[in-house]
């Protein structure tokens, strides 16, 4: 199972639709996935689910899209030029155990023209902290708002060709 995290809480945002995108490229080709959205994490999970506290609610999301899925696709805004807060916060609730061995793909989106190239160099460094396999391609996405169109869909075919050479190879990684 993998596991696409839209790493932002932003409601509407457009991480959200690239990320649903990215899971009907990876539907299409039969490869088991699912979308979790950081939207759906309860307002308080910083301050209830760390050193040592834990909720019901937060431990049936994480068993649900953290535990059961052998392999992550991050797909990630670009925040003041790196991940947003609230993924590193969520990291910081879970177990390393939960992480390490497993592998990891990266997806930058921004607004601007670096397509979040720091904020996925950022991410890169957490997640070998953590002891998993960061894959090599690393699709940055520049200037989203003129690839997603208003159906959630993108259509710029270097973009769809980028994604689906990570897709083709990640299967395999
Ligand atoms: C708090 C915040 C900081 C941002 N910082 C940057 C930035 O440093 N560089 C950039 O290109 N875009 C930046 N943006 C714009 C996002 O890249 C843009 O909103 C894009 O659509 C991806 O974010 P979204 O998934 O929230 O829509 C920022 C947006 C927010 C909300």
Redesign the pocket.
């Known amino acids: 199972m993998i596991t696409i995290i839209s790493a ?1 809480n ?1 409601k509407e ?3 959200f639709k690239v990320a649903q995108f990215y899971s009907k490229l990876l539907t299409s080709k039969n490869v088991p996935n699912q979308v979790m959205d950081l939207c759906d994490l309860p307002n308080d999970f910083m301050f209830s689910n760390s050193f040592g506290a834990s909720t019901n609610e937060f431990s049936s999301i994480v068993s649900k899209y953290i535990v059961s899925a052998d392999k992550f696709v991050v797909v990630s ?5 790196s991940y947003p807060g609230v993924f590193k916060s969520f990291m910081d609730c879970i177990g390393s155990d939960d992480v390490c061995t497993k592998k990891v793909a990266l997806v930058g ?4 023209r ?1 397509g979040n190239l720091r904020g996925l160099e950022h991410l890169t460094s957490l997640f070998h902290h953590l002891k998993a396999e960061v894959f090599s391609a690393k699709p940055k996405l520049s200037e ?2 003129n690839l997603v169109n208003n159906q959630g869909e993108i259509e710029n075919i270097e973009t769809v060709a980028l994604l689906q050479d990570q897709i083709n190879r990640f299967v395999k990684f």
């Open positions: 932002t932003r945002s457009l991480t805004p670009e925040y003041h030029g989106v921004a607004s601007g670096a989203i708002h």
